[in-house]
């Protein structure tokens, strides 16, 4: 028997919400069996969904007026990485005291809200789960109820409630052109528009408003502030990297998708990826805080994901689908870690850190992990994805970009090879982790390793995709990757480590009205550039 689709919203929400109101010793233990029966489910569409969608009515009114669910390949693969990040961090906090009835209800009805968005098949339900969903992490954001925390958490709400605004315009005008609002219809409708200028206006309100969602250059300057803050737990800024960023991307992927017999931006998503890329790690390598470091990195990968879906090649936009997976699982542990750091040394400065080869190895190894995975070293996950994205690039610029891209990741993450192997600045303790903490970060760190080792396999798993990378072929790029991380800390450590330009970047901060002033920038250069080439 198929499990209903409405399953994967409303069973983490009515769980959340029957904790919430009913007190038991069993809470945690329910929470866990509850992602566990959500992954299950998601695993059995990964394995049958193959090339064909499914649909499930949500009222007796047939589609384009009804409402509907509707699950696909990508879709598929969205849940997948959702589902298995909020089992992770459900477990990993399972002893922190922040873990009561509340934290619980407002992480599970985000679950719950996320699957929704990657089910959804209307743009105002779109629209409604996006404002609901920023409003629950806000809460999120500002749970421990610090001035910094309040102060990080509005910024966020309001930044992105404008930002949707712009995305409800689109709607409005949307609706005025075909009457309705289903995502298929309108794709099917398109071709038979007889002046397909109209689309400009909307099409421009949409991907402003889902630019924003996604933190691309120039509207990532909120995410920092949300993603960083100090006084979120490490669970909620894993889940706001790995999977909540991802809801802008994978309806930028959508938009593109519907769009795509009137309105071809393969050419402005590209300048745009490779912009986002390299002002993200740029912005990283100026920081030292932790949770900025990987805030900022954030935004370079998201860069990445674009170039690829907006890649000329089919092996292009799979690698770009990948990276998505690959970036969520191992920038959530780059986060879990560094709550662990953070608790450990009371300290976010990353040079303050050190030692820790001597006060934990089970630690340290998982870190060696992240950054292998995130550097594209060869059998690792952001190798594998990294090579379908610049898969058959022929020009000169683009291959001289891609290799200033890896090289400032490279450099941005000397720092964490120092906390590992430098020596501890004052006696090592033996760092205190639970041992939940343990197996969830172990777990995450294979998967991070077996997505690049058996990439193959999983490609044919769950993308049903035909492109091989196997393992050989990975290790031929290791003397290529060795040479380049050396180049990368000669740069670093004689050029850039006391560089004037990375101390002005980090002392640059938009403020809200600055920020506010870029969305609307943004919504201006992308409709005259509609308009020109059009």
């Known amino acids: 028997m198929t499990p209903h689709l409405l399953l994967f919203i409303m069973l983490p929400i009515l769980t959340g919400l029957l904790l919430y109101i009913i007190k038991h010793p069993m809470i945690k233990a329910i929470a866990v069996i509850t992602e566990v029966v959500l992954l299950t489910m998601t695993f059995w569409y990964v394995l049958t969904i193959g090339e ?73 339900n779109v629209y409604i789960l996006i404002e609901v969903a920023t409003i629950a992490v806000s809460i999120l954001i500002m749970y421990k109820k610090d001035s910094q925390s309040m102060y990080d958490g509005m910024i966020y709400l309001l930044v992105n409630m404008v930002a949707m605004g712009f995305f409800l315009l689109g709607i409005g005008y949307l609706y005025k052109t075909f009457g309705v609002l289903d995502f298929v219809t309108i794709e099917n409708l398109i071709p038979h528009l007889e002046n397909k200028r109209v689309l400009v206006l909307p099409f421009s309100f949409l991907i402003t408003g889902l630019s924003l969602k996604a933190a691309l250059m120039p509207l990532f300057s909120w995410l920092p502030k949300a993603h960083g803050t100090a ?119 990353i040079k303050n850190m050190t030692g820790l080869w001597q006060t934990s190895k089970h630690v340290s190894i998982v870190l060696i992990f992240s950054i292998l995975s995130i550097t594209g070293a060869p059998l690792f996950s952001g190798g594998y994805s990294k090579y379908f994205i610049s898969y058959g690039n022929e020009s000169e610029l683009l291959k001289w970009l891609f290799v200033v891209i890896n090289a400032g990741t490279m450099a941005s993450f000397i720092k964490f090879f120092r906390v590992i192997f430098t020596k501890p ?49 990975q290790l031929s790029k290791l003397p290529i990757y060795l040479f380049s991380y050396l180049i990368s800390y000669l740069v670093f450590r004689f050029i850039l480590e006391n560089s004037k330009a990375l101390k002005f970047l980090k002392g640059i901060e938009l403020s809200f009205n600055s920020i506010n002033l870029a969305i609307v920038s943004f919504f201006f250069v992308t409709l005259a550039y509609l308009t020109i080439t059009f």
């Open 52 to 124: 064909h969608s499914m649909m499930t009515l949500l009222v007796n009114v047939p589609l384009p007026f009804g409402m509907a669910l509707r699950i696909d390949r990508l879709s598929a693969t969205m849940l997948l990485l959702n589902n298995f990040l909020f089992l992770c961090m459900i477990v990993y906090s399972l002893k922190r005291p922040y873990m009561n009835r509340l934290f619980i209800f407002l992480f599970l009805s985000l679950q719950g809200m996320i699957n929704a968005l990657f089910l959804s098949t209307d743009f105002f």
């Open 231 to 349: 006084s979120a737990p490490a669970v909620v800024s894993a889940i706001l990297s790995g999977i909540f960023v991802k809801v802008g991307i994978y309806l930028l992927i959508r938009m593109i998708g519907i769009f795509s017999f009137a309105i071809d931006l393969q050419d402005f998503f590209l300048f745009l990826g490779f912009l986002t890329a390299l002002s993200g790690f740029m912005f990283a390598m100026a920081q030292s805080d932790i949770k900025l470091i990987l805030a900022y990195h954030t935004v370079s990968q998201i860069g990445l994901i674009l170039i690829g879906i907006s890649g000329i090649r089919d092996q292009n936009n799979f690698g770009g689908i990948y990276h998505i997976l690959s970036h969520g699982v191992f920038k959530s542990l780059f986060f879990l870690v560094s709550g662990i750091l953070v608790q450990h040394y009371k300290t976010r400065k």
């Open 425 to 473: 600045l004052e006696q090592a303790h033996k760092m205190q982790i639970d041992i939940n903490q343990k197996i969830v970060i172990s777990i995450m760190a294979a998967v991070c390793f077996l997505l690049g080792f058996a990439g193959d396999l999983v490609t044919k798993v769950v993308h049903h995709q035909p492109y091989t990378y196997d393992a050989v072929s």
